[in-house]
């Protein structure tokens, strides 16, 4: 399994344009298959 570190900065920037949405799909779909995990900071988690 890959695991995929995401800081809460790339969140952010990635969260604030609606263009990003395309590639946030893209990253669902192999987690949801369980081939990604996503770390993410626990604060990302929280909001």
Same mark, same amino acid.
């Given at each position: 399994? $890959?695991? +995929? #570190?995401? =800081? ?15 590639? $946030?799909? +893209? #990253?669902? =779909? ?18």
């Amino acid at each position: 399994m $890959l695991k +995929l #570190l995401i =800081d809460t900065s790339v969140w952010l920037d990635l969260a604030k344009d609606y263009r990003n949405l395309p590639l $946030l799909t +893209l #990253l669902g =779909d192999p987690v949801d298959r369980d081939e990604i995990e996503l770390l993410v900071p626990e604060v990302v988690h929280e909001e």
